[in-house]
C-alpha cells in the first residue's frame, strides 16, 4: 500500500504562480524525496530531504520537512510552462531496507 | 547524474507471449535495483526489488512466476512478463540505487511501455 498522500490531485495555475503541494506519510522515515514526471516519461530526482533536516532549497524548488506531523511540502517558485508535470514524493521508510514508497502525485499545469 | 536505461521503450504483443524488458546503469554499478508498474494517472507501485546474485524479492501481491526477474551482472537487471495478458499492460519502471556516493537516491530509467492486445 502507498506510504504517502498528497494534495491537491491536481492543480492549475498560471505562469510566474506558485505552486505548493503536501506529502503526508505514516511511518518513520530516513529520508523523503520528491519526483517530477513528465507525461509518459520516467521520473526524474528533484531533491532529497533527510529526516533530521527541515527545510532544503534547490533552484526554484524549496521543500520542507515536519517528522512530527509526518508531512512534507514542494514550492515551486515562479513556475514557467515546462514546470507542467505530476509531481511525487517518495518516503524511504526505516523499516522497509530502503525501499521507495510513492505518494498519488500531484498533477500540476502552467498556463502560459 | 547517473543514467538508467531501459529497453525498449515500449512494446506490443499478443495475448500469451512473454516479453522481457531490460533495465541498465550506464556510469555505476548497481547492486540492488527495483522495478515499479504504474497505471495510467497514478503513481508507481513497487514490485520487487532486484538483488545481483541472488533471488528477487517480491512485494505482496507480485506473482513472482508471471513476473521474472534476473540480476545477472551489477549493471543489468531483466523482467520477463510470461503468458502476458491485456491486464498487464502498463508502464514499467525501473530504479537503480548507486551505492557508490549518494546512496540514498535511486535514478529511474525513462520506463517500457507494454501493451497487450
Known amino acids: 500500500s502507498q506510504q504517502g498522500e498528497e494534495d491537491p490531485q491536481a492543480l492549475s495555475i498560471q505562469e510566474g504562480e506558485n505552486a505548493t503541494m503536501n506529502c503526508s506519510y505514516k511511518t518513520s522515515i530516513n529520508n523523503l524525496q520528491w519526483y517530477r514526471q513528465n507525461s509518459g516519461r520516467g521520473l526524474v530526482h528533484l531533491i532529497l530531504?533527510?529526516?533530521?533536516?527541515r527545510e532544503k532549497h534547490s533552484g526554484r524548488l524549496r521543500v520542507t520537512l515536519d517528522t512530527s506531523k509526518k508531512s512534507s511540502s514542494l514550492l515551486i517558485t515562479a513556475s514557467r510552462a515546462a514546470d507542467t508535470a505530476s509531481y511525487f514524493c517518495?518516503?524511504?521508510?526505516?523499516?522497509?531496507?530502503?525501499?521507495?514508497?510513492f505518494g498519488g502525485g500531484t498533477r500540476v499545469l502552467v498556463k502560459p | 547524474g547517473a543514467v538508467v536505461s531501459q529497453h525498449p521503450s515500449w512494446v506490443i504483443c499478443k495475448s500469451g507471449t512473454s516479453v522481457k524488458i531490460e533495465c541498465r546503469s550506464l556510469d555505476f554499478q548497481a547492486t540492488t535495483m527495483f522495478w515499479y508498474r504504474q497505471f495510467p494517472k497514478q503513481s508507481l507501485m513497487l514490485m520487487a526489488t532486484s538483488n545481483e546474485g541472488s533471488k528477487a524479492t517480491y512485494e505482496q501481491g507480485v506473482e513472482k512466476d508471471k513476473f521474472l526477474i534476473n540480476h545477472a551482472s551489477l549493471t543489468l537487471s531483466t523482467l520477463t512478463v510470461t503468458s502476458a495478458h491485456p491486464e498487464d499492460s502498463s508502464f514499467y519502471i525501473c530504479?537503480?540505487?548507486?551505492?557508490?556516493?549518494?546512496?540514498?537516491?535511486?535514478?529511474f530509467g525513462p520506463g517500457t511501455r507494454l501493451l497487450v492486445l
Open positions: 530531504i533527510r529526516s533530521n533536516e
Open positions: 530504479s537503480a540505487r548507486d551505492t557508490s556516493g549518494g546512496w540514498e537516491t535511486q535514478y
Open positions: 517518495a518516503t524511504d521508510p526505516e523499516a522497509a531496507g530502503n525501499k521507495l514508497t
